[in-house]
């Protein structure tokens, strides 16, 4: 699934461009143009604001423009292994080019869509990825600043409405092993990356005892399983992990800075603009 909304990312801006499909240019960079609805699928699919996933299509278009203006080499063999990667989430080949043809790209225009972002990659990784480095003194200091976390185990099933989840908890009660393996489970994770107020329920329900809470549509059954005090190994990689994220988005932002020197911006809406590029 993920692999064909990466996909149809890409078709949507490219088919937008050649056939020119009822929409709302919001921003160009360059000579290339930035659509409503593009803006809009992307903050729905990644479940972010509509500013960020704006300035994020922003900052892949002034890449692939750099990259390209650069040469930055792709080799044939590059692109057919994106190409083969992604045509592996589809049933077959034949289903994939179906996929294509109803959106109305050829399998050349899409061959130059990965061109673009291959480029893209490589310039990113000379210039942002590549300058980042580490030192242990960073990470000790990140290391005493961080506050004692814990790795925990849950299980959790979605179900459509309460009568179901009541229904599997009686079934829990009798035959608790059996139904246990009927749910996911999450393996040894750091607590961190759970909502903080599921956490704050599971913690107070303690540990076996089910909570149920309503995630849009769907109502999650959730157990917490397992705990145990993050290892030392954890703690040094997120450590690790944050350090790089903070260096990572201060070079990008300021890499975009750079280039909108060289390459034209407009935002149309211009109370847009300021929030997108506040001082």
């Given at each position: 699934m993920m692999r064909k909304l990466y996909v149809l990312a890409f078709i949507v801006f490219f088919a937008s461009?050649?056939?020119?499909i009822e929409d709302r240019c919001v921003a160009t960079v360059g000579n290339r143009i930035i659509w409503d609805n593009d803006v809009k699928e992307r903050a729905d699919v990644r479940n972010t604001s509509y500013e960020s996933s704006l300035l994020a299509l922003i900052a892949e278009n002034l890449f692939a423009i750099q990259a390209k203006k650069e040469n930055i080499p792709?080799?044939?063999e590059e692109i057919d292994n994106r190409l083969n990667l992604i045509i592996s989430g589809y049933p077959s080949r034949e289903e994939f080019l179906k996929f294509l043809s109803e959106n109305g790209v050829s399998i050349d225009q899409y061959r130059e869509i990965i061109a673009d972002q291959i480029r893209s990659e490589k310039l990113i990784a000379r210039e942002i990825s590549g300058r980042?480095?580490?030192s242990p003194v960073e990470i000790s200091k990140k290391l005493s600043k961080m506050p004692e976390g814990k790795e925990i185990i849950l299980l959790n099933k979605s179900f459509n409405d309460i009568a179901q989840v009541e229904s599997f908890i009686s079934k829990l009660k009798e035959k608790q092993d059996?139904?246990?393996?009927?749910m996911n489970s999450t393996?040894?994770?750091?607590s961190s990356r759970i909502d903080p107020a599921i956490m704050q329920k599971l913690t107070e329900a303690g540990k076996g005892k089910p909570v149920i809470?309503?995630?849009?549509e769907k109502i999650v059954l959730y157990i917490l399983v397992g705990e145990r005090q993050n290892s030392i190994e954890e703690k040094y990689m997120r450590a690790r992990k944050e350090i790089f994220n903070e260096k990572y988005n201060a070079l990008v932002s300021d890499y975009i800075e750079k280039l909108r020197k060289s390459i034209p911006v407009k935002i149309f809406d211009k109370s847009l603009e300021e929030q997108i590029f506040r001082e």
């Amino acid at each position: 699934m993920m692999r064909k909304l990466y996909v149809l990312a890409f078709i949507v801006f490219f088919a937008s461009i050649l056939y020119g499909i009822e929409d709302r240019c919001v921003a160009t960079v360059g000579n290339r143009i930035i659509w409503d609805n593009d803006v809009k699928e992307r903050a729905d699919v990644r479940n972010t604001s509509y500013e960020s996933s704006l300035l994020a299509l922003i900052a892949e278009n002034l890449f692939a423009i750099q990259a390209k203006k650069e040469n930055i080499p792709v080799s044939r063999e590059e692109i057919d292994n994106r190409l083969n990667l992604i045509i592996s989430g589809y049933p077959s080949r034949e289903e994939f080019l179906k996929f294509l043809s109803e959106n109305g790209v050829s399998i050349d225009q899409y061959r130059e869509i990965i061109a673009d972002q291959i480029r893209s990659e490589k310039l990113i990784a000379r210039e942002i990825s590549g300058r980042i480095s580490i030192s242990p003194v960073e990470i000790s200091k990140k290391l005493s600043k961080m506050p004692e976390g814990k790795e925990i185990i849950l299980l959790n099933k979605s179900f459509n409405d309460i009568a179901q989840v009541e229904s599997f908890i009686s079934k829990l009660k009798e035959k608790q092993d059996q139904t246990i393996a009927e749910m996911n489970s999450t393996g040894w994770i750091d607590s961190s990356r759970i909502d903080p107020a599921i956490m704050q329920k599971l913690t107070e329900a303690g540990k076996g005892k089910p909570v149920i809470i309503k995630v849009s549509e769907k109502i999650v059954l959730y157990i917490l399983v397992g705990e145990r005090q993050n290892s030392i190994e954890e703690k040094y990689m997120r450590a690790r992990k944050e350090i790089f994220n903070e260096k990572y988005n201060a070079l990008v932002s300021d890499y975009i800075e750079k280039l909108r020197k060289s390459i034209p911006v407009k935002i149309f809406d211009k109370s847009l603009e300021e929030q997108i590029f506040r001082e």
